[in-house]
């Protein structure tokens, strides 16, 4: 079956930018994903890409895609402190109905001031 | 901006019992679902329902769940004789023909 997986800890200072990691498995056409987590809250969807594409820029966001290592970044630029939450990166197949997630199992991001 | 609400925020049962979890996914929305997170493990898919109907479930969906849409805004999932393992955060989402939006989440004990 689909895996996913992310190391599980970042740490970086203010103002600098923050990189986390993704491989997963699934060869097939995808739909990748980026979810925040802050404490207590749900997941808020950050950011998504398609799998035929190799990079997505969404303000301070950019989302890196390369298809043939099956590895899948997210940049975050100009890190703030309210940027510490932990992200859940996650795939999905192309179905006609629905979206069933894979998540990994999140990458705890602590930025320090 | 419209978003997915989950009752109640936190709830405690007692080993055995019965627990509703009840969530109102986004309006024009058509598919459901439920996801799972074990303290400290990963996200699991539970189930998805679309068309009144299950599309899609887990093994760990087993004759211990059920899911219903009693009427046109609630989808409720229900864990009957609640174990200890059942122990979690259950987020409920919904999605149009694109991303899944999530809800804040239940978190379920089970003592």
């Known amino acids: 079956g689909e895996d996913v997986e992310q190391s599980l800890f970042l740490s970086v200072r203010e103002g600098d930018s923050s990189v986390i990691n993704c491989t997963y498995t699934?060869?097939?056409?995808?739909?990748l994903y980026w979810y925040k987590q802050e404490p207590g809250a749900g997941l808020q969807l950050l950011t998504y890409?398609?799998?035929?594409?190799d990079m997505k820029q969404d303000q301070r966001l950019t989302v890196l895609l390369n298809k043939k290592d099956k590895h899948l970044s997210l940049r975050i630029a100009d890190t703030q402190t309210g940027d510490s939450a932990i992200y859940f990166c996650?795939?999905?197949?192309?179905?006609?109905?629905?979206?069933?997630?894979?998540f990994g199992g999140g990458t705890r991001v602590l930025v320090k001031p | 901006e419209p978003e997915v609400t989950q009752t109640p925020s936190h709830q405690v049962t007692q080993m055995g019992q019965e627990v509703i979890l009840r969530c109102v996914p986004i309006s024009n929305h058509l598919y459901f679902y439920w996801y799972r997170q074990i303290l400290g493990q990963k996200v699991e898919f539970l189930v998805s329902f679309y068309n009144n109907e299950i599309s899609e479930k887990s093994e760990i969906f087993d004759d211990q769940f059920s899911v219903e849409r009693p009427d046109g805004s609630n989808f409720t999932l229900k864990i009957r004789s609640t174990k200890l393992e059942d122990s979690a955060m259950y987020f409920c989402?919904?999605?149009?023909?694109?991303?899944?939006?999530f809800g804040q989440g239940t978190r379920l004990t089970v003592v």
């Open positions: 699934d060869s097939s056409s995808t739909y």
């Open positions: 890409i398609f799998s035929n594409m």
């Open positions: 989402a919904s999605s149009g023909q694109g991303e899944a939006f």
């Open positions: 996650a795939e999905s197949p192309i179905k006609a109905a629905g979206n069933k997630l894979t």
